[in-house]
């Protein structure tokens, strides 16, 4: 059964940081790998998706990374603004004929401080 | 452009009563899906339908039922609503496998309290 843990659970940085959130699954059979982000009482907005045969996903400042072997995933953000303070979740998609739903891990809380 | 629409958004039951919650998406999506959210549990999925009159059992069932009699719509029952069912309830939807990005949408959120 595929899982995924995101570590840590929660973490604050000053703003300007350059920071990594990671995320692992136990099973590297996947078809792709998705980001979200969630805000306090709203839901999940998915920010970058790595398809299984891609190394990375770009937006803005935001650097998705996929090791499929390795069953990692890292998304980087640079510069971090207090804008960014949100929680972080991650989903992947085990691979078969397209019908296995997302699996999520618990998520990363951010918090970016002025 | 309205994406994943939920309703309602916020609602209270007592115990042992029973409501719907209805999915509307605009974007043609095959595949949706319905989740709770709690804390320390993360999202859980508890039902989800490939298409139009289809519907399948995810890892928390028990408690609801689901129906997808229109493409764009996807109802989740509580026949008789529990404490345990107090959550944050989301709807999803996407492409089918290859079709395009296969980025999946979330609606707002229905928030239910059950007394």
């Known amino acids: 059964k595929q899982e995924v843990t995101q570590i840590p659970a929660a973490l604050s940085v000053p703003e300007g940081e350059n920071l990594v959130l990671n995320c692992s699954f136990t099973?590297?059979?996947?078809?792709?790998l998705q980001w979200f982000r969630q805000d306090p009482g709203k839901g999940l907005t998915s920010l970058l998706l790595?398809?299984?045969?891609?190394r990375e996903q770009t937006s803005g400042r935001l650097n998705a990374s996929l090791d499929k072997s390795s069953g990692r995933s890292t998304l980087y953000i640079a510069a971090s603004q207090p804008g960014d303070s949100a929680t972080y979740l991650c989903?992947?998609?085990?691979?078969?004929?397209?019908?296995?739903?997302?699996?999520f891990g618990k998520g990363t809380r951010l918090s970016v401080i002025a | 452009n309205a994406g994943v629409t939920q309703t309602p958004k916020f609602r209270v039951l007592k115990t042992g009563q029973s409501m719907t919650l209805l999915c509307a998406q605009d974007?043609?999506?095959?595949?949706m899906y319905w989740y709770r959210q709690d804390p320390g549990m993360g999202l859980r999925l508890i039902h989800y339908?490939?298409?139009?009159?289809?519907?399948a059992k995810g890892e928390v069932p028990d408690g609801y039922n689901v129906s997808r009699l229109k493409k764009q719509n996807f109802l989740l029952g509580l026949e008789s609503a529990a404490p345990s069912q107090t959550s944050v309830y989301f709807c999803?939807?996407?492409?089918?496998?290859?079709?395009?990005?296969?980025?999946?949408?979330f609606g707002a959120g229905t928030r239910l309290s059950v007394l």
């Open positions: 099973d590297s059979a996947i078809y792709n």
């Open positions: 339908s490939v298409g139009e009159g289809t519907t």
């Open positions: 989903a992947v998609r085990p691979e078969n004929s397209g019908n296995t739903p997302l699996v």
């Open positions: 974007m043609n999506h095959e595949y």
């Open positions: 999803a939807s996407r492409h089918q496998q290859g079709y395009g990005k296969n980025i999946q949408y």
């Open positions: 790595i398809q299984s045969s891609q």
